[in-house]
């Protein structure tokens, strides 16, 4: 086991059904990798006992593996990640969704990535390689595919899957990064992709295959589109 520790943050809101599967796998492939990891749960008041399944997860693997630091309530992805940056002891940050759509299988591939090119960032994509989606209808891969290709044409920035949630981050970096994001929601992800080009930090990606959530609801709706669009031009105009 080498001297660097991956924390990972799973912002969790209505999870009680995959938070055990997601955890089970990434202690699954931390530990036949060899990698020193934890993992901070950010639940945000679920109204469906996540949490209480998170202090039974925390009870079969240990609190120096299983980190709980809930919320009172939604507060947003941004802020999620700077609270659980905070409880962090991991010199890298691992973000991805508890929702079984990110499978864990990747992530010792994102880390000999990063090794490889010494990159500020690693990011899984969908479009590049042979990374891909399952389990989306076509109008939802119409609009993931669109808002992709017109995000590519007005902010070029370098990377081929901007609105993914699936990244590796040395920690000071994305540190550097969230605290210069204004985006909330999907733009959020987008945005810490720009700003990282702008500030200069190396970008490498790792194709995935992207499964559309098993339980639960998915919480991309018209709201979100919108405010996809309006962060999208924001951008464009200030970066």
Request: hydrophobic share 40%; with cysteine.
């Amino acid at each position: 086991m080498s001297d660097n520790k991956y924390s990972v943050l799973l912002p969790t809101y209505n999870e009680r059904e995959n938070l055990p599967i997601i955890v089970w796998l990434l202690v699954k492939y931390f530990t036949e990798s060899d990698i020193n990891y934890e993992i901070i749960v950010i639940d945000d008041g679920s109204p469906d006992g996540t949490l209480e399944v998170a202090k039974q997860l925390e009870s079969i693997y240990g609190s120096d593996r299983i980190v709980l630091r809930p919320r009172a309530k939604k507060l947003g992805l941004g802020t999620a990640y700077i609270h659980g940056i905070k409880h962090a002891t991991g010199n890298y940050i691992i973000i991805m969704d508890a929702d079984l759509s990110h499978h864990p299988k990747f992530i010792p591939e994102f880390i000999k990535k990063q090794k490889e090119g010494n990159f500020d960032l690693v990011s899984g994509t969908r479009y590049a390689g042979d990374g891909g989606v399952n389990g989306w209808d076509l109008k939802r891969k119409i609009i993931s595919r669109g808002a992709n290709y017109v995000t590519q044409i007005l902010l070029r920035p370098g990377a081929s899957d901007l609105t993914g949630s699936f990244r590796l981050y040395k920690k000071d970096v994305l540190e550097k990064l969230v605290s210069s994001c204004v985006s909330k929601g999907y733009v959020f992800q987008m945005e810490m992709v720009v700003r990282a080009r702008r500030l200069g930090y190396t970008i490498g990606e790792v194709p995935i295959s992207f499964v559309d959530r098993v339980y639960g609801e998915s919480k991309l709706g018209g709201n979100e589109i919108f405010q996809f669009v309006k962060g999208l031009l924001y951008l464009f105009a200030t970066t």
